[in-house]
């Protein structure tokens, strides 16, 4: 038990005492900071967006069940320059279907570069920019992101200026083929450093397009631009790091039918270890 207990005592020293990583303070915002040259980080997203399906198809009066969505990525990101970053997403998605059940499938790639202009507090307003294509199994997308930050002593302030341009099913072009989406996605918040591990936070964010569309009132809602905010929590320990967050659905709180895109919450963890 003796060296059990002094192996751990070492791991978690070495953890701290290296290199820090780029922690994700706020689960949804990216800060300013980049990894440094020939640094690598491996990444680990989960969203859990809690949905309703049908019950029973064959009994419509079973009624419908709880059935989340779950959605998880893993990035991996290298450190071109002190400055310039690289990142690699694979995406897999397990969507409700009818009675109950989900199936997990791989949904596609991402591809991005991130980059900073300065070191953090040279600018009045930390700026940074970020530009990702993602090569879905269904659309294809282009993505900018204008990073903002600045820290007023342990209190930091985060936004992602976001918008993405997709195009849906991209090599079909029958009935409702190849079309042209923009979809905002802006978030901000803040954290509070009350120890160098334990870092609290709320955390605001937003997706949607401006003009809602789709031949369906359902449609057409599920595509206006969706509201939620919530409390974050960040642990680091240098080379790993963990954040989570719990969003409210600010747009309303009622229960979803079945075919919804949104739930009344919404959670998000990000689990980060630099290699």
């Not at 949905?51 to 989340?68: F, K, Q």
């Not at 900073?116 to 970020?130: C, H, K, Q, S």
């Not at 709180?253 to 919450?265: L, S, W």
């Amino acid at each position: 038990m003796k060296v059990v207990f002094n192996s751990v005592c070492l791991m978690v020293l070495f953890i701290a005492t290296n290199t820090v990583a780029t922690p994700r303070a706020l689960p949804f915002t990216y800060p300013n900071e980049t990894l440094a040259q020939g640094e690598i980080e491996i990444e680990s997203y989960v969203d859990v967006n809690p949905l309703r399906s049908v019950a029973d198809p064959n009994d419509p009066t079973v009624g419908n069940i709880w059935n989340p969505e779950y959605t998880i990525q893993t990035e991996l990101e290298y450190g071109l320059s002190d400055h310039w970053e690289l990142g690699l997403y694979q995406v897999f998605k397990a969507a409700p279907q009818v009675g109950g059940d989900n199936s997990m499938v791989f949904d596609g790639l991402k591809w991005r570069v991130r980059t900073r202009l300065a070191e953090p507090g040279e600018l009045p307003v930390d700026l940074g920019f970020y530009l990702e294509l993602e090569t879905m199994h269904d659309e294809l997308s282009l993505e900018g992101k204008i990073n903002l930050q600045r820290r007023f002593g342990r209190l930091t302030w985060m936004a992602n200026l976001w918008e993405e341009e997709t195009l849906s099913r991209p090599l079909d072009s029958k009935m409702r083929g190849r079309q042209l989406h923009f979809i905002v996605n802006p978030t901000t918040g803040v954290v509070f450093q009350v120890t160098p591990t334990f870092h609290p936070g709320i955390e605001f964010w937003a997706r949607g397009e401006l003009s809602a569309n789709g031949p369906t009132p359902q449609e057409r809602e599920n595509s206006r631009v969706h509201y939620f905010i919530g409390p974050t929590s960040h642990l680091n320990f240098g080379r790993f790091w963990f954040s989570m967050g719990l969003y409210l659905h600010a747009n309303t709180m009622r229960t979803p039918e079945p075919g919804d895109a949104y739930g009344p919450v919404w959670f998000r963890s990000v689990v980060g270890l630099e290699l």
